[in-house]
């Protein structure tokens, strides 16, 4: 009965320890929720992508300057019950911050996330006014030609034309317009590197750059979406034999602020890098954001025998094989003419 007994305390003595040390640990995770955590700089930005883990999201804080340890972040996320709320969007936290509170403004909490729009075919001019007119965005980059913003980037010497991925982008009020795009750059590089690696074998593109420059072109020729891998299908025909593109929106674009809205004879004479009358090949950048369809277009064009298409005027396109049949649908559907 002795040894008895003396287990039977010894238990005791271990429970008691047990509860004190869990009623520890929890005061001292309790303290750790609402106490402000340490960043790196007075506020830290982050862009959380859609599909992202809680695991990958503690660790990208650590990352970008908030000073704790990701597992504890991570656990906490789990802990809450919260976690898949978890909004994809473009944060910025300030000195102060608990990791309730960033809790709370990643499931929305005290933040009201806006959101900014970048339209498929649009120019980097375009893109960067609608980032100008976007409410409660910190305009860092308003000021930097489009070398600093892409050295900033990651990217210098890269051109910036159509290195975004057009799409709807949230935000917290005062994120950086940074944020943003950098958000949508490596967006665009995702897409982009996944078009590339499901390219059809033959296709006539020697990198995913030329993918993206031709894309553009797609993006800008199509007037309505089920035309679209057939449009690819004649600019990929026109490569094969080394016919020039003649692609108006390419020669508008060369033409910059020149342009006055109506592209006459003289302008597919004059030539330009982009006049693709002109010169072979691609131009020398893309001409607009080409959106997911348009570069899966591009790699898996419609197979065709077509060289030439013309618009109806309903947004859909006369595709032709010779330059007769062309010239028919052109004098029919531009000119009025039976």
């Not at 060289?307 to 531009?334: I, M, W």
Request: zero cysteines; aromatic letters at 8%; proline letters at 6%.
């Amino acid at each position: 009965m002795g040894h008895m007994a003396k287990g039977m305390r010894l238990l005791a003595a271990l429970a008691a320890v047990l509860v004190i040390g869990a009623a520890a640990g929890a005061a001292a995770s309790g303290w750790w929720l609402g106490h402000p955590l340490t960043l790196a700089q007075p506020s830290v930005e982050l862009s959380i992508e859609s599909g992202a883990t809680p695991r990958d999201i503690a660790q990208a804080w650590v990352d970008a300057g908030v000073r704790t340890d990701a597992r504890w972040l991570y656990a906490w996320f789990r802990f809450s019950g919260q976690a898949r709320r978890i909004r994809a969007g473009s944060y910025e936290i300030h000195s102060g911050v608990t990791p309730r509170t960033l809790l709370e403004t990643l499931v929305e909490g005290r933040e009201r996330m806006l959101t900014v729009r970048f339209t498929e075919g649009w120019t980097l001019r375009q893109l960067r006014q609608a980032l100008a007119d976007a409410p409660e965005l910190r305009h860092l980059t308003s000021e930097w030609d489009d070398a600093r913003l892409m050295q900033e980037l990651g990217e210098p010497g890269v051109p910036a034309e159509g290195r975004f991925f057009p799409d709807t982008y949230a935000y917290t009020r005062g994120v950086s317009d940074l944020a943003v795009l950098r958000r949508a750059h490596t967006a665009m590089r995702h897409k982009l590197a996944a078009a590339w690696a499901d390219r059809a074998e033959d296709l006539p593109l020697k990198s995913p750059d030329e993918v993206l420059i031709l894309a553009s072109i797609v993006e800008k020729e199509t007037g309505l979406a089920s035309d679209r891998g057939h449009v690819a299908g004649v600019f990929v025909n026109r490569l094969r034999i080394g016919m020039p593109l003649q692609t108006d929106p390419s020669v508008i674009y060369g033409m910059g602020e020149a342009f006055d809205g109506n592209l006459r004879k003289r302008d597919l004479q004059t030539d330009t890098p982009y006049n693709t009358y002109t010169r072979r090949g691609l131009p020398p950048t893309p001409i607009a954001l080409p959106g997911m369809a348009s570069l899966q277009a591009t790699v898996r064009p419609e197979r065709t025998k077509a060289l030439y298409f013309v618009a109806r005027g309903d947004g859909s396109s006369v595709f032709s094989q010779t330059l007769n049949e062309h010239n028919r649908a052109v004098n029919r559907y531009q000119r009025g003419q039976p």
